[in-house]
């Protein structure tokens, strides 16, 4: 508003030799080049100036012209004189909303090509999981917990995840076959043996029991330290992910039995490198079982819902057992009789000589990652490690019941009772634990480990869940796979004590799965690329 006074005086030439004649707006003093404050009245009928000052009559003139301007002024502005109203200020400008950048996606589906829709799991569905083996299912009926099938398949030709034929006649897989599954990472060469030589090896190997030893657990350590793992004792032999590991039940040369990711048994003969692969199963190949007492036998159980049992000196799989959900875990109870867990929260007890009336029971409205029967003569109790983060102990001879309920942070991935004595239960858990029980106090319901301890199982989703697993003759001792650089393997007590972390420069990756032989000293470790390790006595180098 001064600007527009200052600009209105100077259009009628309100100047003369004292300079320019002001009138402050917030005081109501008129002064002359701003030196001389004069107060006047805001409507002009007083007038306080100084009779002193020189050329009265022409200030008071200019003032009067001063007043009449300013009254313009404001009169055009819509302020009358004396008023405290003041113009609106400027609105504040309004912020702009971020704007959200959207990618569009070109449609690349032309008219004459329709859209499927997207796959969903059942369980985002909300259906009941059913297993791959009853979703491909096209032929044959269930009877008495088995299947039947009319039609025959080739092994290596079978897709993955669907239902195979009863009895499986055991074909090493091509070379070229294996090349196409791993694409460019191909070890396997032509040997001179075939696959019928080594088992008809295996199947004249003579029985034997293997007992606890009376060895000090620090001697079994001492020796165990020593072992190395050769250059030549490193091999890929299945073409997907390690899930199972067993040793044949030979004293004479060590051979590994190893199940993979898509159904491919490997079967491995440390001491001259024959590598052999079949494909009995259409799902992954969780458990792996070689009875000592029956040398000519390897059990097996997958993902595709089956139970087949390997006979060597015929070279057939054949399927025991066969159920609507996914088998994950067999142990035996005796030498004709064993128990498989399900993830549907069942349990069923097989005994060979009824094979065709298998008794189930529904014992968890979770599924189950593992089972584990006590060694004990009597009682016979037996373990499952659930995924509702649970470990449950059951007696055989009334199994409705649960006799005791272990609570851990997350999934159990395995719970395993101690071999010849059934002392202990080691489990191991997703919440980064390893606990170990006494099987005496779960069972008078004291459900507080005897031992915990902290251990880093995230393995993520590309590397097989860590199984902690006991020495086949050392009772106190187990082993477990590790996370941390450099590359090892890790060893504790019974009471959660690390004794060994056994290091080697061909060790390179994270073997999830390790077994212990059950008469000679190796131990065999399996990573998430079908390679194994095998640490043996050092031959020299």
């Not at 959200?100 to 032309?110: G, L, N, Q």
């Not at 052999?276 to 595709?304: F, L, M, Q």
């Not at 393995?459 to 003759?473: D, V």
Request: charged letters at 25%; hydrophobic letters at 35%; glycine letters at 6%.
């Amino acid at each position: 508003m001064k600007k527009r006074m200052r600009q209105k005086q100077e259009e009628v030439g309100l100047n003369n030799e004292y300079g320019a004649v002001s009138m402050n707006d917030t005081d109501g003093t008129v002064s002359i080049d701003g030196t001389v404050p004069v107060p006047v009245s805001m409507d002009g009928t007083e007038m306080l100036i100084s009779r002193t000052q020189p050329h009265v009559n022409d200030i008071e003139r200019r003032r009067e012209e001063n007043l009449r301007i300013n009254r313009e002024v404001l009169a055009e502005l819509g302020i009358g004189i004396g008023s405290t109203t003041r113009p609106n200020p400027a609105s504040p400008k309004r912020k702009n909303k971020p704007v959200k950048y959207e990618i569009k996606r070109k449609d690349y589906v032309t008219d004459h090509v329709s859209r499927e829709p997207t796959r969903k799991s059942a369980r985002l569905q909300g259906k009941p999981v059913r297993s791959p083996s009853s979703a491909g299912e096209t032929e044959g009926n269930r009877t008495g917990g088995s299947r039947t099938y009319s039609s025959t398949a080739v092994v290596d030709v079978v897709p993955y995840n669907v239902p195979l034929p009863e009895v499986i006649k055991a074909e090493c897989l091509e070379v070229s076959y294996l090349a196409k599954l791993v694409k460019k990472e191909v070890d396997w060469e032509e040997s001179s043996r075939t696959l019928q030589s080594l088992l008809s090896e295996a199947s004249l190997a003579e029985a034997y029991q293997v007992t606890a030893t009376e060895e000090r657990a620090v001697d079994t350590v001492a020796r165990i330290s020593s072992l190395r793992v050769e250059e030549e004792w490193v091999r890929k032999v299945v073409p997907g992910r390690v899930f199972s590991l067993a040793w044949l039940a030979t004293n004479e040369k060590p051979t590994v039995v190893v199940g993979d990711k898509y159904g491919h048994l490997g079967v491995w003969s440390v001491s001259d490198g024959g590598v052999y692969v079949t494909r009995p199963h259409s799902g992954a190949i969780n458990c792996v079982r070689c009875p000592t007492e029956k040398p000519d036998t390897v059990y097996t159980t997958s993902y595709d819902g089956t139970f087949r049992e390997f006979r060597l000196r015929s070279g057939r799989f054949h399927r025991m057992y066969a159920a609507d959900a996914l088998v994950t875990w067999m142990d035996r109870v005796d030498a004709s009789t064993v128990l498989l867990s399900q993830r549907d929260g069942c349990v069923t007890r097989l005994d060979f000589r009824e094979a065709s009336r298998p008794s189930v029971w529904n014992l968890s409205a979770s599924g189950f990652r593992c089972v584990s029967v006590c060694p004990a003569a009597v009682p016979r109790y037996f373990a499952t490690a659930g995924v509702d983060a649970t470990v449950r102990l059951f007696d055989l001879r009334f199994p409705t019941k649960s006799l005791a309920t272990l609570g851990h942070g997350r999934v159990v991935n395995s719970a395993l009772f101690t071999p010849h004595s059934g002392d202990n239960l080691l489990t191991t858990s997703a919440d980064d634990t390893v606990r170990i029980y006494a099987t005496s106090g779960v069972i008078a319901n004291h459900t507080a480990a005897s031992v915990s301890m902290k251990h880093n199982n995230y393995t993520g989703r590309w590397l097989t869940k860590f199984r902690a697993t006991w020495h086949p003759r050392q009772t106190d001792l187990f082993v477990i796979g590790c996370l941390d650089r450099p590359r090892r393997v890790e060893l504790f007590s019974s009471r959660g004590v690390r004794l060994a972390n056994l290091f080697d420069e061909n060790l390179t990756t994270v073997t999830s799965i390790n077994e212990f032989h059950p008469s000679l000293d190796y131990l065999v470790g399996g990573n998430s690329s079908g390679k194994l390790f095998v640490w043996g006595p050092q031959t020299g180098r």
